[in-house]
C-alpha cells in the first residue's frame, strides 16, 4: 500500500507517493488536472492521501480523492510528534510547519534550522527535543527583484545571477543585484548565527525552489558544512505525519 502527499503552494502543486518512508514517484504541476490525479490512482494502490495547501479553494481532483479515499487535511494543528509552542498554530502555514516535521523526522537527534526559498524565505527550528517555537518570513529572492522595479520609476526587472560575487555594484544594474543577492546572503547568515546559539549538533537544511540557490550564496561561508539541500522536504514531512497519524 502506498501513501499520497499534495503540497499545494503560491506557485506550483507537488505531489509525491511514498512506500513507508521511501520517495516512489514526485512530481510538480503548475495547474493540476483531475487526469494527473486519475493516473496516479490508477498506477497505485493507495491507502491514504493528505494534502498540505495555502489556497482556500477546493478543486475538482481533490473532490475526487476524497471520494475515493480516506484524506488527511494537513494544518498548524496537526501534532506529527512534535511539541507546537506557536502560539496561533491555525496561522501557522502549512508548508512551514510540514517542513518541520520532516527535519525531525529525518534528523531527530540534532537541532535543525529549516530555510525555505521560495515566493517568501522561511527560517524555522527545531530542537532535539522535537520543540518548534516559529520563525521568520521576509520576502523571496524574486519578490525583492520585483518589488525595486514596480516601487520605483526607473529601476530595471533584472534576474537572479548565480555568478554575481561582488561585494558591491559599479552600476545600475549590479548595484541592484548585489543589494539583493548579498542582502539575501546576509540574511541567511545573521539567521543562522542565531540559530546556531540554541546548540551544537545542527543541521542547516534547505528546501524550496531557491535552495540551491542560496547554498551557492552560503558556499564560502564557515555554515557551508552543514548544509543539507532536502528538495522533497515538505513531502516528507507530510508523509511523517500521516505515519505519526497512524500511530
Not at 502527499?5 to 505531489?15: E, F, P, S
Not at 498540505?52 to 488527511?72: C, G, P, R
Not at 544594474?173 to 546556531?196: D, H, M, R, T, W
Amino acid at each position: 500500500m502506498f501513501n499520497l502527499a499534495v503540497d499545494i503552494g503560491n506557485t506550483l502543486a507537488k505531489i509525491a507517493v511514498f512506500k513507508n518512508n521511501d520517495l516512489i514517484e514526485a512530481k510538480q504541476y503548475e495547474q493540476v488536472k483531475v487526469g494527473d490525479v486519475e493516473e496516479i490512482t490508477r498506477k497505485y494502490d493507495l491507502s491514504q492521501v493528505i494534502i498540505s495547501s495555502v489556497k482556500q479553494n477546493h478543486e475538482a481532483w481533490q473532490t475526487l480523492l476524497a471520494d475515493k479515499f480516506k484524506v488527511i487535511q494537513f494544518n498548524g494543528l496537526v501534532k506529527a510528534g512534535i511539541n507546537n509552542h506557536y502560539k496561533t498554530p491555525q496561522t501557522l502555514g502549512a508548508d512551514r510547519w510540514a517542513a518541520v516535521i520532516g527535519a525531525h523526522h529525518l534528523y531527530p537527534t540534532q537541532n535543525n534550522i529549516i530555510i525555505g526559498g521560495g515566493t517568501c524565505i522561511t527560517y524555522d527550528f527545531v530542537d532535539t527535543g522535537a520543540n518548534y517555537f516559529g520563525g521568520s518570513i521576509s520576502p523571496g529572492l524574486n519578490m525583492r527583484y520585483k518589488a525595486v522595479n514596480h516601487f520605483t520609476a526607473a529601476l530595471p526587472l533584472l534576474n537572479a545571477d548565480e555568478n554575481f560575487g561582488a561585494g558591491y555594484g559599479d552600476d545600475t544594474a549590479s548595484a541592484i543585484q548585489s543589494g539583493v543577492q548579498n542582502g539575501i546572503k546576509y540574511e541567511l547568515q545573521g539567521f543562522i548565527s542565531e540559530y546556531v546559539k540554541q546548540g551544537a549538533g545542527y543541521n542547516i537544511i534547505l528546501h524550496g525552489g531557491d535552495s540551491i540557490f542560496f547554498d551557492t550564496l552560503l558556499k564560502n561561508s564557515i555554515f557551508a558544512p552543514y548544509i543539507k539541500i532536502e528538495p522533497y522536504l515538505v513531502l516528507k514531512g507530510l508523509n511523517a505525519a500521516i505515519q505519526k497519524h497512524n500511530d
